[in-house]
Nanobody, 126 residues
Framework: QMQLLDSGGGSVQGGGSLRLSCVASGYSISNYCMGWFRQAPGKEREGVAA???????SYADSVKGRFTISRDNARNILYLDMTSLKPEDTGMYYC????????????????????WGQGTQVTVSS
């Protein structure tokens, strides 16, 4: 079993920044395609960003140029740096681990996710 512990959420004003972290234990994140998903109240969970073991990345169009996903395989930590935050970025953010090779499909296929974090709340005010 892999455990994923999300943290770093909070309340910020529009235009602000946050850094989310996901500490993994049990298995190495280097064996997985890792990603971040988010879910706003009343909406479906959506993929935000993903990164494969070679640090090749994929982003949802809504966050391109504002969010950066990165990974530290040695420390088994996944990050999401969020800048220029907008009220529509508000939601619960979840770290996720999916199969290697799923980089370009993971964000649109939450059913591929093997392990989920517990979530960390991000609230952006206007």
């Amino acid at each position: 079993q892999m455990q994923l512990l999300d943290s770093g959420g909070g309340s910020v004003q529009g235009g602000g920044s946050l850094r989310l972290s996901c500490v993994a234990s049990g298995y190495s994140i280097s064996n997985y395609c890792m990603g971040w998903f988010r879910q706003a109240p009343g909406k479906e969970r959506e993929g935000v960003a993903a990164i494969d073991r070679y640090s090749i990345t994929s982003y949802a169009d809504s966050v391109k140029g504002r969010f950066t996903i990165s990974r530290d395989n040695a420390r088994n930590i996944l990050y999401l740096d969020m800048t220029s935050l907008k009220p529509e970025d508000t939601g619960m953010y979840y770290c996720a681990a999916g199969p290697m090779g799923s980089l370009y499909v993971l964000l649109n296929s939450s059913g591929l996710v093997t392990y989920w974090g517990q979530g960390t709340q991000v609230t952006v005010s206007s």
